[in-house]
């Protein structure tokens, strides 16, 4: 199903204007020919006033970036595009299957589509809940696709959740060529989401090949988030571009290590972090033993064999390697 937008009918002011001249003149006719006993001017003038309102539901008004698809009598007529106001077919009949579907988004209808009572707004107060509308958004939309639990590539359940921004670019393909464009739009999120993240680990694992090159990277849910979201967006927007809509852009909103194992892979991570400190630790206490030795032979203070270099270098490493300040021993008598 293609597109078609209807051109040249923005002209709801002058037919409104129109209806309501003839609709006074009609008034003054059926006066008129009351008065004169005139049939030939009251059966008219009396038929529009009967059946003149029947041109009134041709009238419509749209705001910026919005859009109407129509069809008359079941077939597709065109889509208004655009603010303005427009005379159409009366009969022709406006058509959103999403109009009272709710997501966890921006613009969209009150919780579970109802339509009638009351809801509370944001500062607790009873507001009227609005009936849905026919009329379809081209605006930017945000989803907020809820959290999942996802398996990585190493097996591990990792929690993600992602915002996906979009919007409608083919109403016709939006309206017929899916039963419901948001809902479509959810469900491919998810398996988008899903397909994507067993790609990766959560974290740079070594013997991981994220990019299908046959050889191992350093991509990981963590570190390759812009990365990964690109390809998100990329899968989402295969798939739904049969259904007229854009995705321009997706991003990762939370991400971590499901429950039951984030305890016990924070404490990996807090020994690895240990390690590499307890390295660094080394090699610069190893430097300056290095330092010191070389300092004290190039000024000729004291003369050591090795034997003693060997202490020293035992108690200089001892003193900068451990986790507490160390305690001085004062020997006044001999080195030897």
């Excluded at 069809?71 to 009949?93: D, N, Q, R």
């Excluded at 500062?123 to 809820?146: C, D, R």
């Excluded at 030795?293 to 064999?305: K, N, P, T």
Aim: glycine share 10%.
């Amino acid at each position: 199903m293609e597109e078609k937008v209807l051109q040249g009918k923005k002209i709801g002011m002058l037919v409104l204007l129109g209806w309501l001249a003839v609709t006074a003149a009609a008034i003054a006719g059926v006066v008129f020919g009351g008065i004169h006993t005139s049939v030939w001017l009251i059966v008219p003038c009396a038929a529009w006033l009967g059946l003149g309102w029947m041109v009134l539901p041709g009238l419509k008004v749209l705001k910026p970036q919005e859009a109407l698809v129509l069809t008359l009598f079941g077939k597709y007529v065109g889509t208004l595009k655009g603010e303005g106001f427009y005379f159409v077919h009366p009969f022709c009949s406006a058509v959103n299957p999403a109009a009272a579907t709710k997501l966890n988004q921006s613009g969209d209808v009150d919780a579970h589509g109802k339509t009638d009572g009351l809801t509370l707004n944001l500062s607790g107060q009873a507001a009227v809940a609005v009936a849905p509308t026919k009329k379809i958004s081209l605006k930017l939309m945000t989803l907020n696709n809820a959290r999942q639990k996802i398996n990585d590539c190493l097996g591990n359940p990792v929690e993600i959740g992602i915002a996906v921004t979009w919007r409608v670019v083919d109403t016709a393909k939006a309206v017929f060529d899916v039963d419901n464009y948001k809902e479509y739009l959810s469900l491919q999120c998810d398996a988008a989401l899903r397909n994507i993240v067993r790609i990766y680990p959560y974290d740079v694992a070594p013997n991981v090949d994220t990019t299908g090159d046959g050889h191992a990277d350093e991509g990981s849910l963590r570190g390759s988030s812009e990365v990964v979201a690109e390809r998100i967006r990329a899968e989402i927007q295969s798939k739904v571009a049969q259904a007229g809509l854009e995705i321009v852009e997706a991003r990762i909103t939370y991400l971590a290590y499901a429950p039951e194992i984030a305890a016990v892979m924070l404490q990996r991570q807090q020994a690895s972090a240990i390690i590499d400190a307890r390295k660094m630790i080394v090699d610069g206490a190893v430097g300056m033993v290095e330092m010191a030795l070389e300092r004290l032979g190039e000024g000729g203070m004291v003369q050591l064999d090795e034997e003693r270099k060997a202490a020293m270098v035992s108690n200089l490493l001892v003193v900068l390697c451990g986790n507490h300040d160390a305690q001085p021993v004062v020997n006044s008598g001999s080195l030897y």
